[in-house]
């Protein structure tokens, strides 16, 4: 494996906004996370915002030449289990500058890209972890990773941020004591060995995941151990680190796990997707701030696998979050939801259910769509209107631009117009066509639109946070509340739907699906 | 539409012209990527556009089932539906009601098909195929032909051909007086299975018709027959057909979609100047990339490690973007971005091997080009004998500087893992 120990600079920063500042120290704050990679000019995140998920290494049904394309693709973050399939994991292979971000396809200029050993996501049972070693899980069964296996892939693939190990269970709980205790004592450990200088380097930009699962006394001895002044053999280890708070940038709190600890249940489905509805937001909340109060509040807090945008106001609202994986929204393209939602609430919206709340998003695959010429979404209005009065998402399903170049293919082919301009939007109607159809395309479209409309929802958050007081942000966040549906119904009849057209295949299906529809 | 052949080859029938339609320019020789129900699988219209493809198919029995002729007239048409502002080919959906329902009879009347919704006895005329092709809109529409297997004998196959004749003069007929003439052009199609004297009285009577038809197309060859009668069939219509309007061999490929790459060459060197095939799409969803030196099983566990691009001199963005084999074994069936990436570059493929016959036919190279194709296709690994035959029929000796053994059947090349 050709190991180069040399790292290039790779710095990240996070301010947050004077006003934010004097607050308690859970307040909802905004900032500006900025990434300075080899002197070369920056990267600007402002929060609370969103980082995208990838499968295997991309963001699902996007081409790479989208990810150039696409304003949200910004921070994407890279679970690395699926590359222990090969051994040594290819992206470590790969020559060159930037080699993870250059392996997988996204622009160095444009993308952050944070690698993490296991997906934060799965929370299917896998095996126990040992004293040296994760577990982690790959279409070819479980691989065992070490600290030191782990230290080198990231070394290799140079990531702009690393997570290092963590001891998380994966098994039935609850947990005993004795494996709380030796869980924050792993992830310590693992921690400290991870933050060992790098000769002639840069150190790693680390996000650390805080441990201690539901427990409030582990998951504050977890944080305060952090802060401990090092002695004796972690000292020499870590040096010129006098704790390890010191080598963390950020804090990484996963609700997968959070929700495993909480409800006792591990997921025996094959599906990396869980939402125990039995587990609210409000049995999170304390956890996750016994996890941040000792720690220094200027660092980022990021949270992974909230479960709605709900719950993200709420952790906004009482915790200070700062970055939000796009899990929530990704999930709805790949079943067929177009979202339609903002922040502050606003006039245009979905249809309302007989509660009187407003759905999240259209539910393409419900026939009513069949015949609907609008754009995906009506929550736009008062971006770029082109007609005067429809509303105009700018996502490349909703404003498509013309292409800047066609590649020529001999010399008679006549050259292209110079492109760039905004065609028509793509229509519910299209996508409930291309939804049926079993059409790739609608789950593309749907990502760029959902991606760009859950954007659009932290841009009015962030604005909201700035320009209002606490008290009115509180009020537009119990409107959000009053007018959107938490429970979510569209995801699961959206769902149920998307499970029907997937089984629906072969001959006879239409005929099939006439005699279902005359019957109900 | 406006036909101009601007050059010909001097040695084989090959030629290169321009077609101007509705929707833009195509230069022919082309082929035809597949958009069934109006998406090139995993891509958008701007992607598609941006590969530089100029024309595209769309089925018509598909958009005649979903989204339905209602959703269609109400979008204003396939093109607005879909948003592909380039120019569009649909079929008469003929061939799917044969391919795909067991139960459908011929009639003089038309095709007497179950419908897929209800299961009653359904009838599509020729009037009515025409008329679903008007609310679909394409730049180019063809009749509605009664399709027979080319494996067929016997007195059915001059029935179908006389039969097609007559439905296109119903066709014609239909078109001429729907007020669409002016934005969509009418192709006929060439019936009359393997038998020369059928292909004969069927091209007489067509070319008769010539004044109320822009094109034609070469039917009743969807595979299964010998490629020694194929290529002699494609040679037999192309020769005869008339020089000022475009020629379509339909649905090459269709049940061997592997040769597709040889069967497109052959073509063009016999005179064709379009065809369609869905092959480089589908086979890019199972992970094989199409290259000149063969096809690319990106699956095989020799891929892994591989940190080359599929083609280093593709101008495709998949390969200009340095995307690696090794990152392609990694996702292929398993993410849809793997599709994607390999289908964008299959597609540009294609049109580059297609583009690259359009620059040797105008250069005056056109023979070499068709040498030095197969001596990077196949190697030393011999030539499908067919392929030599039909290009030594229009004078073009691939064995002339490149002596390699023949193969007999239908030349098909695949890579394996080792």
């Known amino acids: 494996m050709p190991m180069s120990t040399s790292r290039q600079s790779c710095s990240l920063s996070f301010t947050i906004a004077q006003a934010s500042i004097s607050k308690s120290l859970f307040s909802p704050r905004v900032g500006t996370l900025s990434l300075t990679r080899n002197g070369d000019g920056n990267i600007d995140i402002d929060t609370p915002g969103v980082i995208v998920n990838t499968s295997r290494g991309v963001v699902p049904h996007l081409s790479r030449e989208q990810y150039k394309q696409c304003s949200s693709v910004r921070w994407v973050h890279v679970p690395f289990e699926t590359f222990l399939e090969h051994k040594p994991p290819v992206p470590t292979l790969q020559t060159g500058q930037d080699p993870l971000h250059r392996f997988l396809g996204y622009p160095s200029d444009k993308c952050v890209v944070s690698m993490s050993l296991r997906d934060p996501h799965d929370g299917r049972e896998v095996p126990s972890n040992g004293n040296a070693f994760v577990s982690a899980n790959t279409i070819r069964g479980v691989r065992k990773v070490s600290p030191d296996e782990w230290r080198s892939y990231a070394l290799a693939c140079k990531p702009d941020i690393v997570v290092p190990l963590s001891d998380t269970p994966f098994n039935p709980s609850p947990y005993s004591q004795k494996r709380l205790t030796k869980s924050i004592e792993r992830s310590f450990t693992w921690l400290t060995h991870f933050l060992q200088p790098i000769e002639g380097s840069h150190p790693f930009n680390v996000f650390v995941h805080l441990a201690g699962g539901a427990s409030i006394a582990a998951r504050t001895a977890f944080s305060e151990s952090l802060l401990e002044t090092l002695h004796g053999k972690d000292a020499d280890m870590v040096k010129p680190l006098k704790s390890l708070d010191e080598g963390v940038t950020g804090y990484q709190l996963d609700l997968v796990p959070l929700r495993l600890a909480l409800s006792g249940v591990i997921n025996i489905d094959t599906s990396p997707v869980t939402t125990d509805p039995g587990i609210k937001t409000s049995d999170i909340v304390p956890l996750l701030r016994s996890s941040l109060f000792p720690l220094p509040t200027h660092k980022i807090r990021l949270v992974n696998s909230s479960k709605s945008p709900h719950e993200m106001l709420t952790l906004i609202q009482q915790i200070g979050v700062d970055l939000f994986d796009a899990q929530w929204a990704q999930r709805a393209a790949d079943i067929g939801i177009a979202l339609d939602f903002s922040f502050p609430v606003g006039n245009w919206g979905t249809r309302r259910r007989s509660n009187g709340k407003q759905d999240l998003g259209h539910n393409l695959f419900d026939p009513s769509y069949a015949e609907d010429f609008a754009p995906l979404a009506n929550c736009f209005i008062g971006e770029a209107t082109r007609n005067g009065d429809v509303p105009v998402c700018m996502c490349g399903a909703c404003s498509p631009l013309s292409p800047h170049t066609r590649i020529s293919h001999s010399s008679l082919d006549e050259s292209a117009p110079n492109g760039g301009e905004v065609g028509q939007p793509f229509t519910r109607a299209y996508l409930h066509h291309l939804l049926h159809t079993h059409e790739m395309s609608a789950h593309s479209l749907l990502v760029l639109h959902n991606l760009a409309v859950l954007d659009a929802f932290f841009a009015g958050v962030r604005n909201a946070i700035r320009s209002l007081g606490n008290e009115t942000f509180d009020l537009e966040i119990s409107r959000f509340f009053q007018e959107y549906d938490e429970e979510l119904l569209v995801f699961s009849e959206s769902e149920a739907m998307w499970g029907e057209v997937e089984m629906a295949r072969g001959k006879g299906r239409l005929t099939r699906e006439k005699a279902k529809q005359t019957t109900v | 539409m406006q036909f101009e052949v601007i050059a010909k080859c001097h040695t084989t029938r090959a030629r290169v012209s321009r077609m101007n339609l509705t929707h833009g320019v195509t230069m022919l020789p082309t ?187 070469i039917g009743g060859l969807s595979g299964g027959e010998e490629k020694d009668v194929f290529w002699r069939i494609i040679k037999l219509c192309a020769d005869k057909l008339p020089e000022d309007r475009p020629r379509y061999s339909m649905g090459i490929g269709f049940a061997e979609g592997r040769n597709f790459l040889l069967h497109l060459l052959v073509c063009v060197a016999l005179g064709v100047d379009m065809a369609d095939c869905v092959f480089p799409t589908r086979t890019a969803r199972f992970g094989v990339a199409l290259t000149h030196a063969g096809p690319l099983n990106l699956k095989l566990s020799k891929h892994e490690a591989d940190m080359n691009p599929i083609d280093k001199s593709c101008p495709c963005p998949t390969c200009t973007d340095g995307t690696s084999r090794a990152y392609l074994h990694h996702i292929v069936t398993h993410e849809t971005a793997a599709a994607h990436a390999v289908t964008i570059h299959n597609i540009t493929f294609q049109a580059q091997v297609m583009g690259g016959a359009r620059d040797a036919i105008l250069s005056g190279t056109f023979p070499e080009y068709l040498r030095s194709f197969f001596a990077g296709y196949f190697g030393d690994g011999g030539y499908p004998e067919w392929c030599v035959n039909a290009l030594r029929s229009v004078g073009v000796d691939l064995l002339q500087d490149h002596p390699v053994n023949l193969i007999p059947g239908s030349g098909a090349k695949w890579e394996y893992a080792n």
Request: contains cysteine; charged residues 20%; neutral net charge.
């Open chain 2, 31 to 217: 082929f035809m990527p597949v958009a069934t129900q109006a998406a090139i699988k995993g891509l958008t219209p701007q992607q598609v556009e941006a590969l530089g493809v100029t024309l595209i198919l769309n089925n018509t029995y598909h958009l005649n089932l979903r989204p339905g002729m209602k959703v269609l007239n109400q979008a204003g048409g396939a093109h607005k539906f879909q948003g592909w502002h380039r120019n569009l080919l649909t079929d008469s959906g003929g061939f799917q009601l044969v391919s795909l329902s067991k139960f459908t009879t011929i009639t003089e009347e038309g095709a007497l098909f179950l419908s897929p919704f209800t299961g009653e006895p359904t009838m599509l005329t020729p009037e009515e195929s025409i008329s679903i092709q008007h609310s679909i809109g394409a730049d180019i529409i063809m009749q509605l032909d009664d399709v027979v297997s080319s494996l067929t004998t016997g007195p059915r196959v001059a029935e179908a051909m006389e039969r097609s004749v007559r439905w296109l003069d119903r066709c014609i007929k239909y078109h001429e007086g729907s007020g669409k003439k002016s934005t969509q052009n009418l192709f006929a199609i060439v019936q009359g299975g393997l038998d020369p004297h059928l292909r004969h009285q069927c091209l007489d009577a067509m070319i008769q018709r010539k004044n109320d038809i822009s094109g034609y197309a």
